[in-house]
């Protein structure tokens, strides 16, 4: 018997976050999608919950929703759009951690993120040091199962505003059978990614920032 669940996805109108969402509407066990979003999507489905709000928020919650177990974070921005070091530190480290935060609130227990291939919390460089502080924060978070993407620059087609230095190296840590679903969403990244990446398992949480 198939098994019915909702997930939650934040950062859906991204190149990766529209790849997942077709992935996760076209997935006949989802039965709900909670779109947590700032802008409006183009997308209509009796699966999607639309929870749009300028600072990426759960504003309410009807009792009959049963709980997302899964959660997906697809947010990030560059330099350039963002316009300051410490702009693009409010996105792709604190924003995460909040929308993360969130997610565990609403009873996600198996997260999914993307980061950045060499991502480090010690990294010289600012854009991969926030993506590392962001890994490190939600490996703390307690999740049972945390999934991190860490992708080399994509390929595809995507505006301007929603371009990211995001493909398709892949840090699992306490990766289970039980989430083989996700394996199979994220192993489909693979078709933006640039060639010769590859995926990699870590046995633990300690090596999100390795």
Same mark, same amino acid.
């Given at each position: 018997?198939?098994?019915?669940?909702?997930?939650?996805?934040?950062?859906?109108?991204?190149?990766? *976050?529209?790849?997942?969402?077709?992935?996760? %509407?076209?997935?006949?066990?989802?039965?709900?999608?909670?779109?947590?979003?700032?802008?409006?999507?183009?997308?209509?489905?009796?699966?999607?919950?639309?929870?749009?709000?300028?600072?990426?928020?759960?504003?309410?919650?009807?009792?009959?929703?049963?709980?997302?177990?899964?959660?997906?974070?697809? %947010?990030?921005?560059?330099?350039?759009?963002?316009?300051?070091?410490?702009?693009?530190?409010?996105?792709?480290?604190? %924003?995460?951690?909040?929308?993360?935060?969130?997610?565990?609130?609403?009873?996600?227990?198996?997260?999914?993120?993307?980061?950045?291939?060499?991502?480090?919390?010690?990294?010289?460089?600012?854009?991969?040091?926030?993506? *590392?502080?962001?890994?490190?924060?939600?490996?703390?978070?307690? @999740?049972?199962?945390?999934?991190?993407?860490?992708?080399?620059? !994509?390929?595809?087609?995507?505006?301007?505003?929603?371009?990211?230095?995001?493909?398709?190296?892949?840090?699992?840590?306490? @990766?289970?059978?039980? %989430?083989?679903?996700?394996w199979q969403?994220?192993?489909?990244w693979k078709?933006?990614?640039?060639?010769?990446?590859? !995926?990699?398992?870590?046995?633990?949480?300690?090596?999100?920032?390795?």
């Amino acid at each position: 018997m198939s098994s019915s669940r909702s997930v939650i996805i934040a950062g859906a109108t991204g190149l990766v *976050g529209d790849e997942l969402l077709h992935q996760l %509407l076209g997935d006949p066990d989802v039965s709900h999608i909670h779109v947590v979003t700032r802008r409006p999507i183009q997308i209509v489905s009796e699966k999607i919950i639309v929870h749009q709000s300028s600072d990426l928020s759960v504003t309410h919650w009807q009792p009959q929703w049963p709980v997302p177990l899964q959660g997906y974070i697809a %947010l990030g921005t560059t330099r350039k759009d963002a316009g300051s070091r410490k702009a693009l530190e409010a996105v792709d480290y604190h %924003l995460v951690v909040k929308v993360a935060r969130m997610m565990a609130v609403v009873g996600v227990k198996h997260l999914a993120v993307v980061s950045s291939m060499l991502s480090h919390p010690w990294s010289p460089s600012h854009y991969l040091r926030c993506k *590392g502080k962001m890994e490190q924060a939600l490996g703390e978070m307690g @999740f049972e199962r945390l999934l991190v993407a860490r992708p080399g620059p !994509l390929l595809g087609d995507r505006s301007q505003q929603e371009a990211m230095n995001s493909g398709c190296n892949v840090s699992c840590p306490c @990766f289970p059978l039980s %989430l083989a679903d996700h394996w199979q969403i994220l192993n489909r990244w693979k078709r933006y990614a640039s060639p010769g990446r590859w !995926l990699q398992h870590c046995p633990n949480p300690s090596g999100l920032g390795g």
